[in-house]
Structure formats: C-alpha cells, structure tokens
C-alpha cells in the first residue's frame, strides 16, 4: 500500500512563516499610540539574529551593485541609514524607555492599517531569483523592510526614503519648513507594494 509521505522541511518553513508574519501585522494594526507600535517593531526587530541582518545586507548589496555609478555611489548612504540606520535608532530607542512617553496617536490611522494589511502579500511575492539573490532570502528577511518602513512613516513622522535621497534626474527628496517633498512619491501608485503609497512626504511638482 502507499504510504503517506512526510511534508517537505520547506513547505512547513513557509506555512510556519505565513503565519508569523500575518500575526506580526496583526500585532502592528492593534497599536493605538506610537509608543505602542514602536514597542511592538522593536520587539519583532529583536528577534533577527547576526546572521539574518547579514542576509538582508547581501540582498541590498546585491540590489545596489546593479546600479550605475556614479548612482549607485550617491544612493548607498541613504538606503543603508534607511535600513541599518533606523534598525539602530529604533531599538536605541526602545532600550532607553523613550517609547513610553510617545503616548500621542499615530497619525493618519486608516492608512497605517492599510500599511499593515498589505505587508504579506509584499512580503510573500515571488520576484527572487538564484542568479539575481545567491542565499536564501526569506518572506521573513524580507518584512524588516516593512518594519523599518513602519518605524520611520508612523512612528517618526518622516519620510520612506531619508531626506536627501537622491533619484536619477537629479532630484532628491527634500524638507521644507517642516514639510517634506518627493518628486516620485505619486508614481509609484502602480506598485502595488510600494512603500511610497504610504509615505507622508508630498508630491514635488515636476521641474
């Protein structure tokens, strides 16, 4: 008679993920204040090991270095602080207590659970590749990005991408007297996971 064959390690590594990260968004959409969601992203970025930072540092070298120079020289600083950067302030943050004052709302609540809603279809989209990733690069790797995303547009206020970004064409993305301006914060409405959809910087008029 056939026996019943055992699941596949991957497969129970992939549904055991599937629900991590739906739990994750789960916890992130319950936070009322932005003490309360930095808290819980620190939380969530505590558990990444050594290792799992390196993984996500090999994928964004390997993003970057498709680039041309000299753009790829001016845009490194600023994804590397848009990652690594806010992955330090947030848990600096979080050691020093400085969450548990932060006792005012999140700003523009029904487009953080929007944010929150879409994290796992983003996370779990097949766009990889061996010849474009050489190690394996996880939905779970790929949810710090949302995390740090979510750290710096509803818990800091500021933009995706870190003032001063540059993007081909010469623009950046700017702060003016408290406000902050991106030239492509409205043409990336078509990218359905796009970070920029809900970025609180306002779109600068084409010039």
Known sequence: MPTKSNPSPLLDTAEEETGTIHQMTRRMAAAVTKGDLGSTLAEEVGCYSLMDLQIIGGRLHAEMIRLPDPYRKQLHPYITEQLFGAHHQLLAMHRSG???????????????????????????????SPERIPFRYTPRHRVFYYLMSAFTIFVLDRPGHPVGTPFPGGFRVEERRGSFYCLIRDREKEVPFSICNFCPALQTEDG
């Open 98 to 128: 400085r969450f548990l004052s932060m006792t005012e709302p999140i700003s523009d609540r029904a487009t953080f659970v929007e944010f929150c809603h879409m994290i796992p279809d983003g996370c779990f989209r097949r766009d990889e």
